[in-house]
Nanobody, 127 residues
Framework: QAQLVESGGGLVQAGGSLRLSCVAS????????IGWFRQAPGKEREGVSGLRSSDGTTFYADSVKGRFTTSRDNGKNTVYLQMNSLKPEDTAVYYC????????????????????WGQGTQVTVSS
């Protein structure tokens, strides 16, 4: 199972951009679904985006569509989340996961079923 490390978070003003990275080690991300999730203070964890490695299929939460883009660098075994036009409500700790596609889809609906979350990376958007 791949070990994942998130990075790239920080403090940014509303309207700004950040690019998060999810670096995998120990295993390839091939044939997996890679999801970005986030958890804001006092709120439940929620899905942000998903990417299917086999064919590049992506999907996004309605709240981030048109602003966030997820992509993969196969050579670096890394998945990115490009976040543009950031809003204060995007403030959260962001996590990535790599799972078989059907499990990722289930996790999108039931994020509390997964226990092996990493450290995540903090994103803070000021107004």
């Amino acid at each position: 199972q791949a070990q994942l490390v998130e990075s790239g978070g920080g403090l940014v003003q509303a309207g700004g951009s950040l690019r998060l990275s999810c670096v995998a080690s120990g295993s390839t991300l091939d044939y997996l679904g890679i999801g970005w999730f986030r958890q804001a203070p006092g709120k439940e964890r929620e899905g942000v985006s998903g990417l299917r490695s086999s064919d590049g299929t992506t999907f996004y939460a309605d709240s981030v569509k048109g602003r966030f883009t997820t992509s993969r660098d196969n050579g670096k075994n890394t998945v990115y989340l490009q976040m543009n036009s950031l809003k204060p409500e995007d403030t959260a700790v962001y996590y990535c996961v790599a799972l078989p596609w059907d499990r990722l889809l289930r996790l999108w609906v039931f994020p509390n079923e997964y226990e092996n979350w990493g450290q995540g990376t903090q994103v803070t958007v000021s107004s």
